[in-house]
């Protein structure tokens, strides 16, 4: 194996038996049609079916271009990722998933716009094959994210992405225990840019992203890298405790003027939930980014790597 092919393919694999040998009879056809050197580096995420078992056979078909990371446990798509950015060599680098959602022939039209000069090409998939809901809660997402953290991206949730090998450098030089990568890439691009790619339907198996898992995807999103939730919470409590106060200074001057009436009574009361219900809201997202730093400051290995299989030189 070259000691720095031209393109790196990551795919991290969860629980994908069913769909791997599909994978394999279009992914390796699709880049020997490229022309150009590459490696496929496969990362187990701790699969309990036989994808592991299915990954070493394929390695021992093809060792010349196929290297395989197997976790001891399950750590997560993006630390997946993150630990295949670390062990790839390509000067440019493309993350696929293993369901073949995203084809593996539109590989080819990333790595051309990439020779076009841009650093980052991101991807919007083409006539989406999701549920309703899903594309729905993607836009409203891509809308909340791109408000929060003026970062521009198209589509989001989709995994097939190009990086030039200075992004990839940078984004390993950064130890964030909970990050989303492609924000992260795109705040280092230079000169970043998207293309359109076609969107197939699940070939075997089912989505690994449950409904929470998505909802903690944005919350890391959001709150690595902007600090806007907690300022936009700030003024809001202002403006409450404003209006709270000039509520009281009413009631005030209402009994000295009225006398007392039992008829406010649960109005106060829910004045009362509504601002204890803010308060608990505010505590919940403190607690957020004090997370972050309490996982940061623990200095943890964010992966635990079994073993490696490669070829060597």
Do not use: W
């Not at 030039?164 to 230079?190: G, H």
């Not at 202002?238 to 006398?259: D, K, N, Q, Y």
């Amino acid at each position: 194996m070259p000691s720095s092919p031209s393109v790196s393919i990551i795919i991290p694999v969860y629980n994908e038996e069913q769909g791997l040998a599909a994978l394999f009879a279009r992914l390796y056809p699709a880049l020997d049609a490229l022309g150009r050197s590459y490696e496929i580096v496969f990362v187990n995420d701790g699969s309990r079916d036989r994808s592991a078992a299915m990954l070493r056979e394929q390695f021992q078909k093809r060792p010349d271009v196929t290297r395989v990371v197997l976790f001891n446990g399950n750590f997560g798509q993006h630390m997946a990722i993150t630990a295949g950015f670390e062990q790839c060599r390509g000067e440019h680098v493309v993350t696929l998933d293993a369901d073949l959602q995203n084809p593996p022939e539109e590989i080819g039209k990333l790595l051309a716009k990439m020779d076009e000069g841009y650093d980052y090409v991101g991807s919007i998939r083409r006539q989406r094959r999701d549920s309703a809901f899903r594309r729905h809660a993607s836009k409203l997402m891509n809308v909340v994210r791109e408000r929060i953290t003026r970062i521009r991206m198209t589509d989001q949730g989709c995994m097939l992405r190009a990086y030039s090998r200075d992004i990839i450098n940078a984004i390993n030089s950064c130890r964030e225990v909970n990050t989303f990568i492609p924000a992260l890439a795109y705040s280092f691009a230079r000169n970043p840019t998207e293309i359109e790619v076609a969107h197939e339907e699940r070939a075997a198996g089912e989505s690994k992203y449950a409904l929470y898992d998505l909802i903690r995807l944005n919350f890391d999103l959001v709150t690595g890298f902007s600090v806007m939730p907690l300022q936009l919470f700030s003024i809001f409590g202002m403006l409450i405790s404003i209006l709270s106060f000039a509520f009281v200074m009413f009631l005030a001057v209402r009994r000295l003027i009225l006398g007392p009436e039992a008829e406010g009574l649960f109005t106060l009361f829910g004045i009362a939930f509504f601002l204890i219900g803010l308060a608990l809201f505010g505590i919940g997202l403190l607690g957020e980014y004090i997370g972050r730093i309490y996982q940061q400051v623990r200095q943890r290995p964010r992966y635990l790597i079994d073993a490696v299989l490669e070829q060597k030189a």
